[in-house]
């Protein structure tokens, strides 16, 4: 679960790329503030667990591929709003089709 607090640099990152949006130095030392301080956390203490049989190699790829999607969602949701002035209601129902779709097959 705190694999989700590295949410904010690629987020950043994506909002550069896609919005060409600028960030202060202070948001840059925040974010890497809060990188640096869950990285720590979790690579200081006892992570094993004894019913271990998991590749954790696949759990940080999925971590990794879930951190970069989920970053690329929220600019690009981000963007609908402001340049095609889609609403909120909109935006939900369609994902939500979709992904009903999608679950469906």
């Known amino acids: 679960m705190l694999?989700?607090?590295?949410?904010?640099?690629?987020?950043?990152?994506?909002?550069m790329a896609i919005n060409r949006k600028s960030y202060?130095?202070?948001?840059?030392?925040?974010?890497?503030?809060?990188?640096g301080g869950v990285t720590?956390?979790?690579?200081?203490?006892?992570?094993?667990s004894p019913n271990d049989t998991g590749n954790s190699m696949k759990g940080f790829?999925?971590?990794?591929?879930?951190?970069?999607l989920d970053g690329l969602t929220s600019t690009m949701q981000e963007k609908l709003?402001?340049?095609?002035?889609?609403s909120k209601y909109n935006?939900?129902?369609?994902?939500?089709?979709l992904s009903s779709l999608v679950s469906m097959f």
Do not use: R
């Open 91 to 97: 935006q939900m129902m369609y994902v939500n089709g």
């Open 81 to 86: 709003f402001k340049e095609h002035k889609t």
């Open 40 to 48: 720590e956390f979790l690579m200081t203490g006892p992570t094993a």
């Open 24 to 35: 202060s130095a202070e948001d840059w030392c925040v974010a890497i503030a809060v990188t």
């Open 61 to 68: 790829v999925f971590l990794l591929a879930f951190l970069a």
């Open 3 to 15: 694999g989700k607090s590295f949410k904010m640099l690629p987020v950043m990152i994506w909002g």
